[in-house]
């Protein structure tokens, strides 16, 4: 496993690439609503990240064909947007895009929840969310990497959420993907040790029910075993000396 160390004027760049990736999120949770396509979304998404000089990361990605990943209620990750597909009160939706700015990545997910929802489903989302802070709690040189995938383990499992196992976080830099893959659940090892430099997307994928995960034919969409509801949460973060900087967060978001 070769992790990437990214240099000041790279991490600069990662930066820019975060802050832009933070707005593209922000702007399009504003927007999401039940009642539009999941097409819709994607059309959006692609128009904001063009907007600030940037690609869409996504599009073309191993012939993914849009900016944007969809993933509605029971389908996990890699939902791919649809103009047949009208988004609706009682969804729950995780948006996943990501941006190229000057060659350097940012990738990012949030899920969103529209309208009514069962207090399971919302704590579901508010779980998933809560497990990437304390996961990143131990995103800092001198740690190992997985103390952060034993920390979102540890911070689920009393749930009784599925974790899924199939996916997992990654290295990003000029590339979307780069060593290290980042589980989110316990290893039997400590894995690499963590320097100042490196740049990792972290992303709980996390299911109500089993963590067991089928592919549809469409060769992208990747939904619960059991169909129940899935939600998902994802930065790109800079790991230092002191504390992680989440670079795809403006700060005192969510
Ligand atoms: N953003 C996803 C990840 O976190 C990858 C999406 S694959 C794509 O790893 F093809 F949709 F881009
Ligand atoms: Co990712």
Same mark, same amino acid.
């Given at each position: 496993?070769?992790?990437?160390? !990214?240099?000041?004027?790279?991490?600069?760049?990662?930066?820019?690439? %975060?802050?832009?990736?933070?707005?593209?999120?922000?702007?399009?949770?504003?927007?999401?609503?039940? *009642?539009?396509?999941?097409?819709?979304?994607?059309?959006?998404?692609?128009?904001?990240?063009?907007?600030?000089?940037?690609?869409?990361?996504?599009?073309?990605?191993? =012939? #993914?064909?849009?900016?944007?990943?969809?993933?509605?209620?029971?389908?996990?990750?890699?939902?791919?947007?649809?103009?047949?597909?009208?988004?609706?009160? =009682?969804?729950?939706?995780?948006?996943?895009?990501?941006?190229?700015?000057? *060659?350097?990545?940012?990738?990012?997910?949030?899920?969103?929840?529209?309208?009514?929802?069962?207090?399971?489903? !919302?704590?579901?989302?508010?779980?998933?969310?809560?497990?990437?802070?304390?996961?990143? !709690?131990?995103?800092?040189? *001198?740690?190992?990497?997985?103390?952060?995938?034993?920390?979102?383990?540890?911070?689920?499992?009393?749930? *009784?959420?599925?974790?899924?196992?199939?996916?997992?976080?990654?290295?990003? =830099?000029?590339?979307?993907?780069?060593?290290?893959?980042?589980?989110? #659940?316990?290893?039997?090892?400590?894995?690499?040790?963590?320097?100042?430099?490196?740049?990792?997307?972290?992303?709980?994928?996390?299911?109500? %029910?089993?963590?067991?995960?089928?592919?549809?034919?469409? +060769?992208?969409?990747?939904?619960?075993?059991?169909?129940?509801?899935?939600?998902?949460?994802?930065?790109?973060?800079?790991?230092?000396? =002191?504390?992680?900087?989440?670079?795809?967060?403006?700060? +005192?978001? !969510?």
């Amino acid at each position: 496993m070769a992790i990437i160390i !990214k240099n000041a004027e790279e991490i600069e760049l990662m930066r820019e690439a %975060g802050r832009i990736l933070a707005k593209v999120h922000e702007e399009l949770g504003n927007q999401v609503h039940a *009642g539009m396509s999941t097409k819709d979304v994607d059309r959006i998404c692609e128009e904001l990240i063009r907007s600030y000089g940037c690609e869409p990361s996504f599009l073309g990605y191993e =012939g #993914y064909p849009a900016s944007v990943c969809v993933s509605v209620n029971e389908e996990v990750v890699h939902g791919i947007p649809s103009d047949k597909r009208i988004l609706k009160e =009682g969804d729950i939706v995780s948006l996943d895009t990501g941006v190229i700015y000057m *060659g350097y990545q940012s990738d990012a997910a949030r899920t969103h929840i529209l309208g009514e929802v069962p207090e399971s489903v !919302k704590k579901l989302v508010r779980i998933t969310e809560e497990s990437f802070f304390e996961g990143i !709690k131990y995103a800092k040189a *001198g740690n190992h990497l997985y103390d952060i995938s034993a920390a979102i383990d540890s911070y689920i499992k009393p749930h *009784g959420f599925g974790i899924v196992r199939q996916l997992t976080g990654h290295g990003i =830099g000029k590339d979307m993907h780069e060593d290290p893959y980042i589980p989110n #659940y316990r290893k039997l090892t400590r894995g690499p040790k963590l320097e100042a430099g490196m740049t990792l997307a972290i992303e709980p994928m996390v299911n109500l %029910g089993t963590w067991k995960v089928d592919w549809m034919d469409d +060769g992208w969409t990747v939904v619960t075993a059991d169909r129940k509801y899935s939600a998902h949460y994802e930065n790109t973060v800079l790991v230092t000396d =002191g504390e992680p900087e989440i670079l795809s967060l403006i700060s +005192g978001d !969510k």
